[in-house]
């Protein structure tokens, strides 16, 4: 069984960092890539960017390119998405999917809930 | 980036309707579309792959059409169940976009 396995919630300062992951197992994790997705407060979901696991090849949306950063472990099975100074607008729920190049994704991690708050 | 457009934004509907949900792109994706289901507090689940391709597990109300630059989800008889936002993301190109969803609620 497929199954994307997300960090917990967590509360943080205006400019703290963070790392959040999503584990993947049930499959070969290098095949397929994984993105993440934002969904602020009551809003629709965006996508934020996605990496290749196999050779670590990154693309970003407009949007969060310089705003985070998503890298993979390989040996691990598992994608991060990390912050180096979080504002109070990351507020949000995040979450990792997987899919492949002809594809749409199939398979979603159960959310992370990230509150950045003074 | 390929711009998404979903309509309506909202509807409201009885049990046993025939709903309808339009996604257009602003240029021509082939059949690079996915339709996902999200209800509150939950992960987005895949309904439709490829604009039309029933997702394994997924009740054969739902039917998805479309190619090039319109797409269209339907359920042929609205239940309970399916009273949720509905969102279109496309796949052709990076970055991947989403529509900015559809909410159905009861009438």
Redesign the interface.
């Known amino acids: 069984e497929v199954q994307l396995v997300q960090s917990g919630a967590e509360v943080k300062k205006p400019g703290e960092s963070l790392k959040i992951s999503c584990k993947g197992s049930g499959y070969s994790f290098t095949s397929y890539w994984i ?1 993440w ?1 934002r969904q602020m407060p009551g809003k ?4 934020m ?2 990496i290749y696991p196999g050779d670590s090849d990154t ?4 949007s969060f390119q310089g705003q985070v950063t998503i890298s993979a472990d390989k040996s691990i099975s598992t994608a991060y998405l990390q912050w180096s100074s979080l504002k109070a607008s990351d507020t949000a729920m995040y ?1 990792c ?1 997987r ?1 492949n190049s002809s ?4 398979d ?4 992370t809930l990230v509150t950045v708050s003074s | ?1 390929i711009q998404m457009t979903q309509s309506p934004s909202s509807l409201s509907a009885s049990v046993g309707d025939r709903v309808t949900i339009t996604c257009r792109a602003s240029q021509g994706i082939r059949n ?3 339709w ?1 289901q ?1 209800k509150p507090g939950k ?4 309904l439709i ?2 604009a039309s391709s029933l ?1 394994s597990g997924v009740p054969s109300r739902f039917s998805g059409s479309g190619s090039g630059t319109e797409f269209t989800l339907t359920i042929s008889s609205l239940q309970p169940e399916d009273f949720a ?1 509905y ?1 279109c ?1 496309q ?1 052709n190109s ?8 559809t909410k159905v609620d009861i009438k």
């Open positions: 993105g997705v629709g979901l965006e996508w960017g996605i693309r970003y949306s407009p979450y999917a899919g594809s749409s994704p199939s979603w991690g159960q959310g | 980036d690079d579309l996915g996902y999200q992960a987005p689940k895949r792959y490829a997702q936002t969102y993301l796949h990076y970055p991947l976009t989403f529509g900015p969803g």
